[in-house]
Nanobody, 115 residues
Framework: QVYLQESGGGLVQAGGSLRLSCSASGPIFRMYSMGWFRQAPGEERKFVAA????GSTYYADSVKGRFTISRDLALDLQMNSLLPEDTAVYYC????????????WGQGTQVTVFS
């Protein structure tokens, strides 16, 4: 069983930065793509960013140019120029058993951006 655990969430003023990190109970190099998703109150969970096992990155239009995803020993999400609309619970996820399906999820970490 593989577990994911997010850290780094918190309260930040608009324009500020936060760095989220996701650690796994097993080696992440064995995962296919890994990604970040977020869910704001009253909304569905949405895609934020992903990185393949070869290092290709993908971003939602709403965060492109502000967020950077990376993976090494952990999966990180550097978030700059944060906006109040970035407020959400952020989840990391991994495609462990086959590409194209996120089958391992973390518990989430709260990010709150105030103006």
């Amino acid at each position: 069983q593989v577990y994911l655990q997010e850290s780094g969430g918190g309260l930040v003023q608009a324009g500020g930065s936060l760095r989220l990190s996701c650690s796994a109970s097993g080696p992440i190099f064995r995962m296919y793509s890994m990604g970040w998703f977020r869910q704001a109150p009253g909304e569905e969970r949405k895609f934020v960013a992903a990185i393949s096992d070869s290092g290709s990155t993908y971003y939602a239009d709403s965060v492109k140019g502000r967020f950077t995803i990376s993976r090494d020993l952990a999966l990180d999400l550097q978030m700059n120029s944060l906006l109040p609309e970035d407020t959400a619970v952020y989840y990391c996820a991994a495609q462990r058993n086959r590409p194209g399906q996120y089958d391992v999820w973390g518990q989430g970490t709260q990010v709150t951006v105030f103006s």
